[in-house]
Every structure is written in C-alpha cells, then in structure tokens.
C-alpha cells in the first residue's frame, strides 16, 4: 500500500475538527482595526448569470495567523512577511493546554506550563502550542456584547520565552491575542514573532482537541502580509 493511500486511511480514521469561526458582520475585530464587510457585487435580481461579493477585510480578522512581520520591523532578523513564511509552520502535532478555568485577569505562568507537561507530555521542537481558555463563548456579535474583544487571559512574556526555547514553531488561542488584557507591553507577542514563532488568534471548538491533535492552519499567499485569515483544522 502507498504511503499517499496509508495517510489517506489514517485521516479518514480521524475526527476532524473545524477551528475556524465563521466570517460575518459584526463580529468581534481587534477595536483598533476596520471592521468586516461582505458586500453584494453581483446577482441574479441584477440579470447577471452568477452571484458574487466583495470582501473588505482586515488581515488580523477572525481566526488567523501573525506573520513575524506584524510587530518585527524589516531588518530585524526574524522578520518575514506570511508571503514569505515557511507553510511547514502550519501543520504538525498540536498539544493544547486547558486553562478553562482563566479569567480576564489571568495569566499563564511558566510553572504552570512546566506542570501541565510533568501531567501529561513534554512540549517537543516543532510542536504547535494551543492554549484553551474557553473564551469562545462570548464569540458573539459586536451589538450584542464587546467582552471578546475588550477583556480576555493570556500568557505572560516569560512563558512566551519558555516555549521559544522549547523550538515550538507556532501557537496558538481563543482569545483575540495571545497577551491578556492585564499587558501593557505585548511581551508575549515581542518574544514569539520575534523568534521566529507565528501566532494563531481566534481559535474555536479548542475543547474537542485537547491534550494531541494534528493540525492544519494554511494561511493566504498575501504579498508583503503582516498576517492572513486562515481555515484551520484538526485531525484527532
């Protein structure tokens, strides 16, 4: 049997999971970036023979990726564009974390990391690093409440730098940043991207995969893209 028919047979074995929110109006943006808009371009009312919109859309919107380029400036070393990043960055073993039981207030320590791995499995190079706060139950629309975007956990700037030295290649939230509303200097941005690490915002169903998974984030090819929306799936 191949190697393409053995995988085939695998995946097909797995559950697969949908990580994605779903794109719309009115949805929960970063407060400081352009809203989402799905306009009608083009219908059959209008006599056309096919039906299309148009997106305006921030890179930073809904589930998507951090390239480097989001906060290292052209120069630094780690600096690249998601044009320009590697897409083995994108799949590979996941391990997620619970920390369900985080408020807004909270953040995730080093130790506790240390612990979570001494509970279950060491974080190896080239894993990926999910961390399931739980916080996509307020994924609801803007009209209806702000907390998603306002308040939110996150992990501290040491952590950051513990996991840097574990060689992940990625991580991974389900909150709109990976630094807590508590931070005041994006610590945990500056040592991810700065090293190389992407990072993944806006995660869903994080409960379904916790503990190993496979998964596959693939962002868009955008020329000189600070970032990209991305469908991202798990394979459990």
């Not at 941005?189 to 169903?205: K, P």
Request: proline share 3%.
């Amino acid at each position: 049997m191949s190697n393409i028919k053995k995988l085939s047979q695998l995946l097909d074995s797995m559950k697969l999971v949908d990580l994605s929110h779903t794109l719309e109006e009115d949805m929960p943006i970063v407060p400081s970036h352009n809203r989402y808009f799905h306009t009608l371009w083009d219908t059959f009312a209008h006599g056309s023979r096919a039906l299309s919109y148009q997106l305006l859309i921030n890179e930073h919107t809904g589930t998507h990726v951090d390239a480097t380029a989001h906060f290292m400036q052209e120069g630094h070393p780690a600096h690249q564009y998601i044009d320009q990043t590697s897409l083995t960055q994108f799949f590979g073993r996941a391990l997620t974390l619970d920390f369900s039981h985080y408020t807004e207030t909270d953040e995730v320590t080093v130790e506790e990391i240390q612990q979570w791995e001494q509970d279950n499995q060491a974080i190896e190079p080239g894993d990926i690093v999910i961390f399931y706060f739980g916080w996509a139950r307020y994924w609801v629309p803007r009209s209806v409440s702000q907390k998603f975007a306002q308040s939110r956990p996150g992990i501290t700037g040491a952590a950051a730098e513990y996991l840097v030295s574990k060689k992940i290649k990625t991580i991974g939230c389900d909150v709109i940043s990976i630094d807590g509303s508590s931070s005041t200097d994006s610590a945990a941005h500056y040592a991810l991207l700065g090293n190389g690490v992407n990072i993944i915002e806006n995660l869903n169903r994080l409960e379904e995969i916790l503990g190993e998974s496979y998964i596959f984030i693939l962002p868009l090819k955008i020329k000189e893209g600070s970032g990209s929306p991305v469908r991202a799936v798990a394979f459990k």
